[in-house]
């Protein structure tokens, strides 16, 4: 009798060792295998989602205030230990890709400059950043405690356009997201179909601002339209006024050189030229080291033989060999901005 107990217990234990599961134990680790791809779905899925931060100065957050990409938001319901695997098949259906995008969206705190400010991220890509008032205690690589006005103010900003625009992704297409002139205030701001989401200042920017508010929102709308739906993007901005066409007038050329040109622009806009006029990158100008404030040219490139003419409102270029500094309008205009520099020919023009 001793001996067919203890054959039996020799018996259960081999097969145990070999990796023969018993019946009872089979259904078990069948359940915790798909309870663990599962969860590492998710927990994968949200570690793609969650922006680089520091988390030093997330820790001044609210954490009521932020939307999280923590695998605990995910929105499918988990099966508890005592329930039948069957039940994980009747979870809620997610819903779609534009309202997963803005629930997984995220608020980063941080310091701009001397205010405080805060990005969202969507899908990991910073998209939009809301500026604070100056902080005038706020030193280098620090953050304002959390609770003060001037910490609120940006997350309850960022957190309330995240609202707006996951009320409007309820009935709206992301190819109704566009950039447009509001005439009215003379501003630039960013609507999906007819409501305004926000407009463009000195408040709300782009993260890697370009100083041109135009061009800021409508690099943030084609943004929203790629991250939230993959839409083509948009190619210019709605309701701006063309420019009125200039009059025609019998040009005489004085004079004529050819040589070098280059272009510049970003670091420059905005700031006052040698002529005292403010620098405008979108207007058709030119830097030029001898000729009269004012004087038109035409600057031909050799390269492809497009022309454009323009007013000569700045010095320079001061760099050898360089004829002329096209504004970063004019230069696209003729094709060499991407090129950077091109051989062009320049006549002075009278009667303009």
């Not at 779905?41 to 520091?54: G, K």
């Not at 463009?200 to 601002?209: A, G, I, K, S």
């Amino acid at each position: 009798m001793k001996n067919s107990v203890l054959g039996g217990l020799t018996v259960a234990v081999a097969m145990s060792v070999f990796g023969a599961p018993l019946p009872s134990q089979a259904q078990e680790t069948s359940d915790s295998s798909l309870s663990l791809d599962t969860e590492a779905e998710h927990h994968a899925e949200a570690q793609t989602l969650t922006p680089p931060t520091d988390p030093g100065l997330l820790t001044h957050a609210d954490p009521s205030s932020l939307k999280s990409a923590t695998p605990d938001s995910d929105p499918v319901t988990q099966s508890s230990d005592n329930s039948p695997a069957d039940d994980i098949q009747t979870a809620a259906p997610p819903a779609d890709e534009t309202q997963i995008a803005l629930d997984l969206a995220t608020v980063h705190p941080h310091a701009l400059d001397a205010r405080q400010a805060a990005t969202v991220y969507i899908r990991s890509i910073p998209v939009l950043t809301l500026v604070g008032d100056e902080l005038e205690t706020l030193s280098a690589g620090s953050s304002p405690a959390a609770g003060s006005p001037d910490h609120e103010a940006p997350l309850q900003r960022a957190n309330e356009i995240l609202a707006h625009l996951q009320d409007l992704a309820t009935d709206g297409d992301v190819a109704d997201i566009e950039a447009r002139w509001n005439s009215d205030d003379e501003t630039f701001v960013v609507a999906w179909g007819d409501e305004a989401v926000f407009t463009l200042d000195d408040q709300t920017m782009l993260p890697d601002t370009t100083d041109n508010a135009g061009e800021d929102a409508l690099q943030i709308a084609n943004r929203l339209r790629r991250l939230l739906g993959n839409a083509p993007p948009q190619a210019r901005i709605e309701g701006l006024p063309q420019p009125p066409a200039p009059e025609r007038r019998v040009s005489i050329v004085s004079s004529t050189l050819s040589g070098m040109a280059s272009w510049y622009g970003p670091g420059f806009h905005g700031r006052r030229s040698a002529s005292g006029e403010v620098f405008n990158q979108n207007a058709l100008t030119a830097a030029h080291r001898t000729l009269p404030f004012g004087t038109h040219v035409r600057v031909t490139n050799l390269a492809n033989g497009q022309s454009v003419v323009v007013r000569i409102n700045d010095r320079g270029p001061f760099s050898q060999g360089r004829v002329i500094d096209l504004s970063a309008a004019a230069a696209a205009q003729i094709g060499l901005r991407a090129r950077g520099v091109g051989r062009v020919q320049i006549e002075v023009l009278s009667g303009q």
